[in-house]
């Protein structure tokens, strides 16, 4: 009788599906882990070769960056600007859009009795003649104590010349390029202010430039200086008259340097000023480019339209209440409508012939009473042809043109 084929149970049945649905399961498991590997590798390696600021895209893109920069402290800023919406701007944004955002402050005030004398001017001091140990004859003035040492002349009055600079550079990217424009930008500042805004009675003015590399480094000096300062780009301070400004790669750190050797010039030559006119001159500046003995401010269109959407949206303030807007204010309605406002109304005052003469009376006006008490908006209201009312008629027109013409000094 033929053997009947054995039936394998129901156990042995079920145990092989069973075992290939968990040998796949290991197997995808396996996979996953295998592709996270690599994943965290790649990122790694990505990780190493990218530059600092591929870095803080990254980050930033991921929404990390006010992390990242209290846990590691990165040198540099990861978020520069803010805008509407979001917290930060990343530095992949063009910088002609994201400078107007950047606040500028300030250490002190330009009226303060406790003020650092200008170290522009020198006292004449007596020239030394004696006869050192070698037995060569020295010249210096500075008083010897050997016996034989006589009195032969005085040192020149005046000191370091009508505008100067001392300028110093913390940290290891240093640009040669930078260094060599520094002091044409500086000086072409100076002139333009003087002289190109014809401001009368103008005094020698020699400032401190100091550019530090790194944000921790630049925070640390601004620390040591003040501890009422939150800017991670530039401010200036009246004591000892220094402008100190981050290094942002050389155009973006010269246009912040252009900005706050503004604010002293003005704040030494005219005291105390308008919010709006202060800023507004400062951001003109900006703007400069100088070759040889000419200056061109840029007047980009879209800037002008980004001004005209503001406008049109309804978040500038009426022109009669910017005029009188104090810091606080300013913080208020943001530095991304504040800085371009201010820049739009000093730019088009200074687009015509007639308005620019104006403009320069103004000035001159506001150094005749520096650091007193001025009546600013009765003086303008009745200065403009038609007053505060055409003032602001006149520059909604030119706004809504929208075809601003660049400045030529």
Same mark, same amino acid.
């Given at each position: 009788?033929?053997?009947?084929?054995?039936?394998?149970?129901?156990?042995?049945?079920?145990?092989?599906?069973?075992?290939?649905?968990?040998?796949?399961?290991?197997?995808?498991?396996?996979?996953?882990?295998?592709?996270?590997?690599?994943?965290?590798?790649?990122?790694?390696?990505?990780?190493?070769?990218?530059?600092?600021?591929?870095?803080?895209?990254?980050?930033?893109?991921?929404?990390?960056?006010?992390?990242?920069?209290?846990?590691?402290?990165?040198?540099?800023?990861?978020?520069?600007?803010?805008?509407?919406?979001?917290?930060?701007?990343?530095?992949? %944004?063009?910088?002609? *859009?994201? /400078?107007?955002?950047?606040?500028? &402050?300030?250490?002190? $005030?330009?009226?303060?009795? #406790?003020?650092?004398?200008?170290?522009?001017?020198?006292?004449?001091?007596?020239?030394?003649?004696?006869?050192?140990?070698?037995?060569?004859?020295?010249?210096?003035?500075?008083?010897?104590?050997?016996?034989?040492?006589?009195?032969?002349?005085?040192?020149?009055?005046?000191?370091?010349?009508?505008?100067?600079?001392?300028?110093?550079?913390?940290?290891?990217?240093?640009?040669?390029?930078?260094?060599?424009?520094?002091?044409?930008?500086?000086?072409?500042?100076?002139?333009?202010?003087?002289?190109?805004?014809?401001?009368?009675?103008?005094?020698?003015?020699?400032?401190?430039?100091? %550019?530090?590399?790194? *944000?921790? /480094?630049?925070?640390?000096?601004? &620390?040591?200086?003040? $501890?009422?300062?939150?800017? #991670?780009?530039?401010?200036?301070?009246?004591?000892?008259?220094?402008?100190?400004?981050?290094?942002?790669?050389?155009?973006?750190?010269?246009?912040?340097?252009?900005?706050?050797?503004?604010?002293?010039?003005?704040?030494?030559?005219?005291?105390?000023?308008?919010?709006?006119?202060?800023?507004?001159?400062?951001?003109?500046?900006?703007?400069?480019?100088?070759?040889?003995?000419?200056?061109?401010?840029?007047?980009?269109?879209?800037?002008?339209?980004?001004?005209?959407?503001?406008?049109?949206?309804?978040?500038?303030?009426?022109?009669?209440?910017?005029?009188?807007?104090?810091?606080?204010?300013?913080?208020?309605?943001?530095?991304?409508?504040?800085?371009?406002?201010?820049?739009?109304?000093?730019?088009?005052?200074?687009?015509?012939?007639?308005?620019?003469?104006?403009?320069?009376?103004?000035?001159?006006?506001?150094?005749?009473?520096?650091?007193?008490?001025?009546?600013?908006?009765?003086?303008?209201?009745?200065?403009?042809?038609?007053?505060?009312?055409?003032?602001?008629?006149?520059?909604?027109?030119?706004?809504?043109?929208?075809?601003?013409?660049?400045?030529?000094?």
């Amino acid at each position: 009788m033929p053997r009947r084929p054995r039936t394998p149970d129901r156990k042995a049945r079920g145990s092989t599906p069973r075992r290939c649905l968990s040998d796949r399961l290991a197997e995808l498991l396996q996979a996953a882990f295998l592709f996270l590997v690599m994943l965290v590798l790649s990122a790694g390696l990505m990780w190493l070769v990218s530059s600092d600021e591929q870095r803080k895209g990254y980050l930033g893109a991921l929404g990390l960056g006010e992390w990242a920069r209290s846990l590691i402290g990165l040198q540099d800023s990861f978020d520069i600007v803010p805008i509407a919406g979001r917290s930060s701007r990343q530095t992949s %944004v063009p910088i002609l *859009e994201a /400078r107007h955002h950047v606040s500028h &402050d300030a250490i002190g $005030s330009p009226c303060a009795r #406790t003020r650092t004398p200008n170290p522009t001017r020198k006292a004449q001091r007596e020239v030394y003649r004696y006869t050192d140990e070698a037995g060569r004859a020295v010249f210096s003035d500075r008083k010897p104590t050997v016996h034989d040492a006589r009195v032969v002349g005085h040192t020149a009055e005046g000191g370091v010349g009508m505008f100067s600079t001392d300028y110093r550079f913390f940290g290891a990217r240093r640009d040669s390029g930078f260094d060599s424009a520094v002091s044409a930008n500086i000086d072409g500042v100076f002139r333009f202010l003087a002289k190109g805004l014809d401001l009368e009675g103008v005094e020698p003015l020699h400032v401190r430039l100091t %550019v530090i590399d790194g *944000e921790r /480094r630049f925070i640390a000096y601004r &620390d040591r200086r003040t $501890s009422t300062l939150t800017t #991670t780009s530039g401010f200036y301070a009246f004591d000892g008259n220094e402008a100190v400004v981050r290094w942002m790669g050389p155009e973006t750190t010269m246009r912040v340097v252009r900005h706050e050797i503004a604010h002293l010039a003005l704040g030494n030559w005219l005291g105390n000023m308008p919010l709006w006119l202060n800023e507004g001159l400062a951001e003109v500046v900006e703007r400069m480019h100088f070759q040889l003995s000419s200056a061109t401010v840029a007047a980009p269109v879209k800037d002008i339209r980004d001004v005209a959407r503001l406008r049109g949206s309804g978040r500038l303030p009426p022109l009669r209440t910017f005029l009188s807007m104090g810091r606080a204010d300013w913080n208020r309605i943001g530095a991304e409508v504040a800085y371009p406002y201010a820049w739009s109304m000093v730019h088009f005052l200074l687009e015509s012939p007639q308005r620019r003469s104006l403009t320069s009376a103004y000035l001159n006006k506001i150094a005749q009473h520096r650091c007193r008490a001025f009546d600013h908006e009765a003086y303008l209201n009745g200065a403009y042809p038609g007053g505060l009312n055409a003032f602001a008629s006149g520059w909604a027109a030119w706004l809504a043109q929208g075809r601003p013409l660049a400045l030529r000094y």
